[in-house]
């Protein structure tokens, strides 16, 4: 069963913008946090962005001031807004819906993201 789904990926040039979004459970903003990460080749999986416990969000530093996340309660969709984009953001991204109480952590199947000229 598919929880989590990512879209939006694709290539896009430096400097330019691409937004992402991710469809989550219906129960997601009452009893989860959603966040968004990378993983790019060679490399282990890194923080990207996330709503925080209390209701706020965070950002990992190499992306602070350039991404961000933001959702959509009525369409159950978390949206991670990528500006100015480099090369060094390219990875492929995950969503994840994580029980705050430990009951579940869905990952979504991962958009790539390129960015080259």
């Known amino acids: 069963q598919v929880h989590v789904v990512e879209s939006g990926g694709g290539l896009v040039q430096p400097g330019g913008s691409l937004k992402l979004s991710c469809s989550v459970s219906e129960i997601a903003f009452r009893v989860a946090l959603v966040g968004w990460y990378r993983q790019a080749p060679g490399k282990q999986r890194e923080l990207v962005a996330t709503?925080?416990?209390?209701?706020?969000?965070a950002y990992g530093d190499s992306v602070k001031g350039r991404f961000t996340i933001s959702r959509d309660s009525s369409k159950n969709t978390v949206y991670l807004q990528m500006n100015s984009l480099k090369p060094d953001d390219t990875a492929v991204y995950y969503c994840?819906?994580?029980?705050?109480?430990?009951?579940?952590?869905?990952w979504g199947q991962g958009t790539q993201v390129t960015v080259s000229l």
């Open positions: 994840n819906e994580k029980s705050l109480a430990g009951k579940y952590d869905y």
């Open positions: 709503f925080t416990n209390n209701g706020g969000t």
